[in-house]
């Protein structure tokens, strides 16, 4: 079986769930719509506060963004297909949505350079359910017919590959600390010492 025909068989199975289950569209449609205001609000409130760590982590995960924005516009143009309600017949298509390239996903993309930043810098269980967040999100995109689910796959992806790169660099760059006014040089260390805890514990 090609991979185009794997691809649209897994998004009629996700999509058609909303047919079998439609109880559930009005909540696929709000996650798909209207979490990114609640990321959104996340950063925001993150990026201002005096948390050092929670600044460089805002900063990371924007960095990741604009990275994996740039790498998701040269995979359009080696690969692009429509959204699946313009390609396909009888779709269960719950939001309205522009017909242009959905190939990725820039709500996953946009959902797990934040999320997956946040999680490798904080290690925790809130962090977690911040990457959960992102794949109810992609899953979401093809349950209301807006993407199939290679446009989410290759979008978390490319969000993933770039956060990691992004955290093992960026923080260790002089400029990134001026860009976000760092002042205080015994965080600093602390910062990096408890980055070296984490690595050494993941290792055992």
């Known amino acids: ?30 996650i798909s719509e209207y ?22 982590m805002v900063f990371c995960g924007t960095v990741t963004l604009i ?18 309600f313009a390609e396909l017949a009888n779709v269960n298509q719950l939001i309205e949505k522009a017909v242009d390239n959905s190939f990725p996903s820039e709500h996953t993309i946009v959902f797990f350079s934040f999320c997956v930043s946040f999680w490798l810098f904080r290690r925790s269980w809130t962090s977690l359910l911040g990457v959960g967040a992102s794949v109810l999100v992609g899953f979401s995109r093809i349950w209301v017919g807006v993407h199939y ?11 993933i590959i770039i956060a990691i790169i992004v955290y093992k660099v960026v923080p260790h760059l002089s400029i990134a600390h001026r860009l976000i006014g760092r002042n205080n040089k015994g965080e600093q260390v602390a910062f990096h010492s408890q980055k070296q805890d984490v690595i050494k514990a993941n290792d055992l």
């Open 67 to 84: 990275l994996a924005e740039v790498i998701a516009k040269l995979a359009g143009k080696i690969h692009s297909n429509n959204q699946p």
């Open 149 to 159: 689910p290679a446009d989410v796959v290759i979008g978390a992806l490319i969000s």
């Open 35 to 56: 979490m990114l205001y609640l990321l959104i609000a996340t950063v925001i409130i993150l990026g201002f506060t005096k948390n050092w760590r929670n600044k460089m």
């Open 1 to 30: 079986m090609a991979l185009s025909e794997i691809n649209t068989e897994w998004f009629r199975m996700i999509n058609n769930l909303g047919k079998d289950y439609p109880i559930f569209n009005p909540l696929m449609s709000f």
